[in-house]
C-alpha cells in the first residue's frame, strides 16, 4: 500500500518518465520492493485515473502521467498566451556563453558575481541555444557550455565571429547613450508589467 | 552570499594552526561546536550579534547590561577579527565605540533639565539587540517553513503527446550585446576579474574542437585545420588549440619524435 | 462537471500555480464559467486528491498541485543535486525584508550592525524574491525593497500574514537613576572579572 503511494508521488514529480527498475532504485536497498510489486503499484495507479483527465501512461522510456489527449484544445490555449521576458540574469548568462565559451557555470558565476541558477541554465538548453560541449577535468568535472547553430539561426548569424567585438560593445556604451536608454525603457516595460500583475493580487486574495 | 564563512575558510584553513601557531584546546565558553572557527564566525556575523552572544554565554539579562565588561571582551574580539583580516572589523570598531560612547555617558552625572526627554543609550542600545534577536529568530523559522526544493515538489502532467507550440520569448540581438556590456561595466568596478579581448573565433573554433573530440578519443593534429579555410582559418584553430590546451581541457601528444601530434581530449582520458 | 475536467487538466498540465481569473482566462468568452463554477471545481479537485499522495494546494500565486510534504524524503531521492541551503545572512535578510517591508538597504543594515552586499541583493532580486516596490524620498532616493509572491510560493503560504508570529518585544523598564550606581557596580564587578578573562586573553591573541 505505502509502495503504491510513493510510485505514485515519485511518478508525478519526476521531470522525466520513469522505468520499474528507476522506481526500485528510488528504495533504499534493504527496503526495496521486487519488480512485481512495483509493477502491481503501477497496474493500480492506472486503474485509480481511468477516469481522470490525467493518466499514467507508458511511453517509450518509462511510465509518466500525461493530461489525456481529449484535453489537448484547452492545454494549447493555456500555452497561447504571451510569452515571458527573460531576466536580465538569463541575458547576462547567454552573453557570457557565447563571448567566453566554452564556460562552466562557476566561470558565469565568478564574471557575474553571484550565483546562477539551474533553472536559468535549464531554461537556455530547453531552447537549445546552449548545449554541453565537454566536461572540465577538475572536481565535480563540471559541465562546459556553448552556444549552438540554433542560437546563430535565432540571431541570424553566420557564425560567432559575427558577434560584435568587445571593442564595438565598448564603443556602443561610449558613443550611443540613446541604446542605454532603451534598454532602460525595457526594464520599466517588465516593471509595468509587474504592475498588471499587482493587478491580479486582489483575485488571489479573494480567493482566500 | 555568505561573506564571513567565505573569508574564513580563505584566511585561516586548517582551524589547529592559525597564523603558524598551532594550538589544540579551545576555550570552553567560545564555543561550542568543536568542528570549527567558521562556525565560531558564523555566530557572529555582525556586531549586535557578537554581543548577543556574549550576553547569552554570561546568561546576563539583556535588559541589564554591564557595558564595561562586555566592551573589554568585545575589543579583544575586534582585535582577533583584525588578526584575521576580517573586512568586518572595521563595522566591530563602529560598535564598540558605540559601547564606549554609552559608557561614558552612564558614568557621566546626568544633567537633570536634559534627562527628561533624552533616552537612556541603553535603552536605545537594548532595543536595537531585542529588535535584531527578534530578526534572527524569524529567519531560523522562515529556515524550517517548508519550502520548494527541499519539501516542497510541483507537481506536473506531460503534455508532449498534445501537439502545442509553446511560445518562446523573443530576444533581440541588441538585448544581449547590452547585458553583456553590463557585466562587463560591473567586471571593471570590481577590477580583479580580467576580460581578455580574444577574437571571437577563437572562442568559437575551441568549442568546435571540443565537440569534434567528443566523438573521438584522439584526432590527428592535421585533422583539426580546414585547407579551405585559408590562412585565417588555420590560425584560429592553432589559437584555439593552444588555448585549450591552456585551459587543460585538452593535451598534445606526440608517441614518438617526429610522429605526428595527435590531440586528445583530457576528459576521454580521464 | 466539464469544468472540473478542464480545470484539473489545466493546472496539471500549467507550469506555474494559476489563479481562478488565469484558469477562468483559458475558455472562450462565450462560454467562460463564472469564478464561482470555478472556485467549486477546484474545491471538488481538492477532495477528490484528499487521499492520494499528492493534492492542490494554494500558495501566493494561485493553486498548483504538489507531492504531499511526508512523500518529500522520498522525492528528494529523485533528484541528485542537493537542495540548496542559505547563510545566515541572507536568511537573516530576507525575514527584515519580508516583516519590514517596505525597507531599504539602510535599515536592514540598521538592524544587522553589518553592511549588506549588493551581491545578496542581488541575488535575492534574481530569485525574484524581493523587488524594488518604491524610492524613498529621501537623498540618494535609495531603493525600498519588498518581497515578492515567488517568495510566498517557494515557502508554501498564500500570503504575508502567514509567516511565523514574530516573538514579543520584551517591554523596556525605565532605568532608574540609581541605574550609574549598577553601572559602577559593574565596573567593579568587571574588574574583578578581568583577572579570570585574562585567562581567555591569550587565546585571542594566540589566534592573531
Tied chains: 1, 3.
Excluded at chain 2, 555566530?43 to 557578537?50: C, I, K, S, V, Y
Excluded at chain 2, 570598531?93 to 526627554?117: C, F, N
Excluded at chain 2, 577563437?202 to 592535421?222: G, P
Amino acid at each position: 500500500m505505502e509502495t503504491k503511494r510513493i510510485v505514485e508521488a515519485l511518478l508525478f514529480a519526476a521531470d522525466r518518465p520513469m522505468t520499474v527498475k528507476q522506481l526500485q532504485n528510488v528504495f533504499p536497498e534493504l527496503e526495496r520492493p521486487d519488480s512485481g510489486e512495483i509493477q502491481a503499484a503501477i497496474e493500480a495507479i492506472i486503474e485509480d485515473y481511468r477516469q481522470r483527465p490525467v493518466g499514467l501512461c507508458l511511453v517509450a522510456s518509462g511510465y509518466r502521467f500525461q493530461v489525456r489527449e481529449e484535453m489537448a484544445p484547452w492545454v494549447s490555449r493555456l500555452f497561447a498566451e504571451k510569452p515571458p521576458k527573460y531576466s536580465r540574469a538569463l541575458l547576462e548568462t547567454i552573453a557570457i556563453i557565447a563571448y567566453r565559451q566554452p564556460v562552466t557555470r562557476g566561470d558565469i558565476e565568478d564574471i557575474r558575481g553571484v550565483s546562477v541558477s539551474s533553472n536559468m541554465l535549464r531554461t537556455l538548453l530547453e531552447r537549445e541555444w546552449i548545449k554541453v560541449v565537454a566536461h572540465k577535468e577538475t572536481p565535480g568535472r563540471p559541465a562546459l557550455y556553448g552556444t549552438t547553430r540554433q542560437f546563430l539561426d535565432y540571431f541570424n548569424l553566420a557564425s560567432l565571429s559575427e558577434l560584435p567585438t568587445l571593442q564595438e560593445i565598448q564603443e556602443i556604451q561610449e558613443f550611443e547613450p540613446a541604446s542605454i536608454n532603451t534598454i532602460q525603457s525595457d526594464q520599466e516595460q517588465s516593471e509595468n508589467q509587474a504592475e498588471e500583475e499587482q493587478a491580479d493580487a486582489p483575485v488571489a486574495a479573494s480567493i482566500e | 552570499m555568505n561573506e564571513v564563512t567565505v573569508e574564513a575558510a580563505t584566511e585561516t584553513p586548517p582551524l589547529a594552526i592559525v597564523c603558524g601557531q598551532p594550538y589544540q584546546d579551545l576555550p570552553k565558553d567560545l564555543y561550542i561546536p568543536p568542528d570549527a572557527l567558521q562556525v565560531f564566525l558564523e555566530a557572529f556575523q555582525g556586531p549586535l550579534d557578537l554581543l548577543l552572544y556574549l550576553i547569552k554565554k554570561q546568561n546576563l539579562d539583556i535588559l541589564n547590561i554591564p557595558i564595561a565588561q562586555i566592551t573589554r571582551q568585545y575589543i579583544a574580539y575586534i582585535d582577533m577579527m583584525q588578526g584575521l583580516r576580517l573586512e568586518l572589523a572595521a563595522e566591530y570598531l563602529v560598535m564598540a565605540a558605540l559601547l564606549a560612547e554609552i559608557k561614558s555617558r552612564m558614568l557621566l552625572p546626568r544633567q537633570p533639565e536634559v534627562g527628561e526627554d533624552e533616552e537612556d543609550p541603553r535603552a536605545c542600545l537594548i532595543r536595537r539587540l531585542q529588535e535584531y534577536e527578534q530578526m534572527q529568530r524569524a529567519a531560523e523559522e522562515i529556515d524550517r517553513l517548508p519550502r520548494q526544493e527541499r519539501d516542497v515538489f510541483t507537481v506536473a502532467a506531460d503534455v508532449a503527446m498534445i501537439e502545442i507550440e509553446k511560445r518562446q520569448p523573443d530576444l533581440h540581438l541588441a538585448e544581449i550585446m547590452l547585458a553583456f556590456q553590463d557585466v562587463l561595466r560591473r567586471v571593471e568596478q570590481l577590477s580583479h576579474h580580467h576580460i581578455t579581448r580574444e577574437p571571437l573565433s577563437v572562442r568559437e573554433r575551441m568549442s568546435t574542437i571540443l565537440e569534434t573530440l567528443k566523438n573521438a578519443d584522439n584526432l590527428v593534429f592535421s585533422a583539426l585545420f580546414t585547407v579551405s579555410e585559408g590562412r585565417h582559418g588555420v590560425v584560429v584553430s592553432f589559437l584555439a588549440i593552444l588555448e585549450l590546451c591552456r585551459e587543460g581541457l585538452v593535451e598534445i601528444i606526440q608517441s614518438e619524435p617526429f610522429a605526428e601530434l595527435r590531440i586528445r581530449n583530457r576528459t576521454a582520458a580521464g
